[in-house]
């Protein structure tokens, strides 16, 4: 009998399994309603797909009460160990989650002012260290502070010419690993640090190595995609020129394979904000793309509405006949999607747009309801 035929006869154990992936469970914990999991499964439920029901029982379920089942796991563990013959895994014991204690420690610690970088390097690649176990390590640095505090380090270390010892290069890879996905969050880091992290971004992406540039390209592209059309205007058409540079010349330069995920990654985005500053300070730019909608085909159409969607996201001062335009899309057989986008651009800037002496639509198409 071979190894897989002998693993097919082993049962195991129901209460073994997850009720999520009906796999082994190897750090199970037990929920608010008495049902046990593996703890990345209902994390992942919980925090990850937003749920707030218990996947067994319908029941609510209270986030801050999964309790680790250790007795659970010791049988787990000795039945694979006998089972270990046959094939079944055996799995170590699960190292215990960080506590808000701990990281606010390491915190505290490398923020002392009177720190060499070397101290801070070491306490920030503990911090490293824990967000690379878990996701309940990494939930529990962003409640900790972690992410403000980084972002803070970077602001105040991209200045410093040592290159051997990068705390800003550090800061920025472990908030890579939380990778912060939050919109108030970005919002919020774009608004304390007053626009000074962009700069610092570019600055680590001049100097640092290929890792930490891919890693502010990515940081730089998230906060771009949330942040307010007023503090989009503070991002300058000179500054957007360098970092497309950046990410031309030192992400991706010639001969470099290990590049193609941050060329892949951060391109994009520069040419992306490169364009539209371009575009918006182009005197006829945005009123030769409205031009174009609804009078050459369905695709120039979406294709323009798409373009405008895009700009009007950093900026309220329409072109000529911008606004009357979209309401145009609204009244006319385009499809559902073209118009949903017209639609939320309209909304975007109705207060701004009612007031426009470009506008030349009634007043219940610019209602922001």
Known sequence: MNLMEQQEDIEVPPYFLC??????MKDPVTVSTGITYERENIEQWVFTNKNTTCPVTKRGLNADMFTPNHILRRLIQSWCTLHASAG????PTPKPPATQAQVLKLIREADRPNNDSQTKVRCLRKLRSIASHSSTDRRCLESAGAVEFLSRVIVEDSHSLDQDVSVSDEA??????L???DEER???LVV?????LFDSLTRVMSRSNFECRAHAVELLKSMMQVVDPAQAASVKLDHLTEVVQVIKDQVSPPGNQGSNQGAGSGLPVGEELKGRSELLTHGTGIAVVSKKILRVS????????RILASIAKFSASPALGVVTKLCLVLQVDCDAKTMERA?????LHARAWRNSPCARAPHHMLSSS
């Open 298 to 305: 369905h695709f120039a159409s979406e294709r323009g509405v």
């Open 192 to 196: 304390e640090t007053q626009g000074a």
């Open 186 to 188: 970005l919002k919020k």
């Open 343 to 347: 639609r939320e651009t309209l909304k």
């Open 19 to 24: 009720p999520i992936s009906l796999q082994i």
């Open 88 to 91: 079944i895994e055996q799995f």
């Open 179 to 181: 990778k912060i996905s």
């Open 172 to 177: 920025l890879s472990i908030l890579s690993q």
